[in-house]
Structures are given as structure tokens and as C-alpha cells.
């Protein structure tokens, strides 16, 4: 029976990011992400910082399409911090980086340790600023 690229592409796998307060764990498509959605990452990667700010957008629009859902938390300590674009305008630059980071690093083929473990990554002060 053939399949349409939708229904494959509704697959789910789960990475974590391990913080010295907690962890943050992510559910996520891999099926949905391609070579340009790699290479826009990468991009982002060489950018500065005001130029990051000025395609903040591409950033959130990454998150949205690959992030089915987190468990990252509001400052209330119990509501879920919603995935919708408004509310990632307001999250750190930092925090959608790593998620991606994280995502991508689990489904590259450059990543297989990631890939083959499923490896939480663990972000401490000393290397934030080098992900960044």
C-alpha cells in the first residue's frame, strides 16, 4: 500500500537537554527535517548576533515545524511554555538554538553517537556561550 509523505512524515522521537537545574525533553519529527532546513540551521550558526536578531523568525519557523512538544516550563514552575510563534518571540535565542542543536544532532548523519544513543546533551555556563 503506498504511502503519502504526510504519514511518514508524523513519526515521533525524543532527545533531552540536560541543564544544571533540570532537564528540558523534546519530542520531535525527524522525517520533516531536510537538507535546507540543515543548511538554514548551519546559517544561523555563522551569524552574528544582529543578524540572528533580524531572522529570528526562520528560527522560530524551524522550531515550529520540527518541535511536536517540550516540556519547558513558564516561571509558574507548571504551565507547559506554549509552541506557538508568539510565544517563542519571547523565549531566549539561546534556548531555541540548543533545541534545535539538539534535534538536528540526534537525526545528522555527521552525529552518530547522537544518533545511535540518543545523547543528552549536558549545558552547563562554561559551554552555553560556545553553543551559542
Request: charged share 20%; glycine share 4%.
Amino acid at each position: 500500500m503506498p504511502v503519502t509523505l504526510s504519514q511518514i512524515t508524523k513519526d515521533i522521537a525524543r532527545t533531552t537537554i540536560t541543564y544544571p537545574d533540570g532537564d528540558l525533553n523534546i519530542e520531535y519529527h525527524p522525517s520533516r527535517i531536510t537538507r535546507q532546513m540543515l543548511a538554514q540551521l548551519d546559517a544561523f550558526n555563522t551569524m552574528d548576533e544582529d543578524r540572528l536578531l533580524e531572522n529570528i523568525d526562520g528560527l522560530i519557523d524551524l522550531v515550529l515545524n520540527v518541535v511536536s512538544t517540550w516540556d519547558l516550563l513558564e516561571d509558574d514552575g507548571t504551565t507547559t511554555i506554549a509552541l506557538t510563534k508568539e510565544r517563542l518571540a519571547t523565549v531566549s535565542i539561546l534556548v531555541l538554538s540548543q533545541t534545535l542543536r539538539a534535534v538536528y544532532g540526534n537525526t545528522r548523519p555527521e552525529a552518530p553517537a547522537a544518533q545511535e544513543t540518543n545523547e543528552t546533551k549536558v549545558l552547563n555556563s562554561s559551554n552555553c556561550a560556545a553553543i551559542s
